[in-house]
């Protein structure tokens, strides 16, 4: 595995509160601003892997954008998935932040410093 990557919007204060937890530990990784640097819909569905989570589980559904496609109405089933990926995808701002990827292949969904240190535990120092 390629170490920790962090995926992070720099306005987001849990992103900035993953960052500070990380750099006082000393943490090893790799920023990823995902609202430039967009992830891809194979890339979202392997982080999903990764997570044990749906794409509806990571959709920030108070976004404006998520208003504007109607995300709440979206059925959440397996046929209905590559249609929120592609929404994911299309829309970065829908992805829920931050998300550490971890040495050992999981992830988290890291918003608050528990789960920060979930990822820590999972990686190597």
Sequence with gaps: MAGMEIWINPACSKCRGALSLLDAEGADYTVRRYLEDVPGAEEIRAVLGRLGLEPWDI????????????????????EARERWIAALAGHPKLIQRPIITADDGSAVVARTDEAVRVALSRSTP
């Design 59 to 78: 959709t920030r559904t108070q976004e404006a954008e998520a208003k504007e496609l109607g995300l709440k109405d979206w059925p959440r089933d397996a």
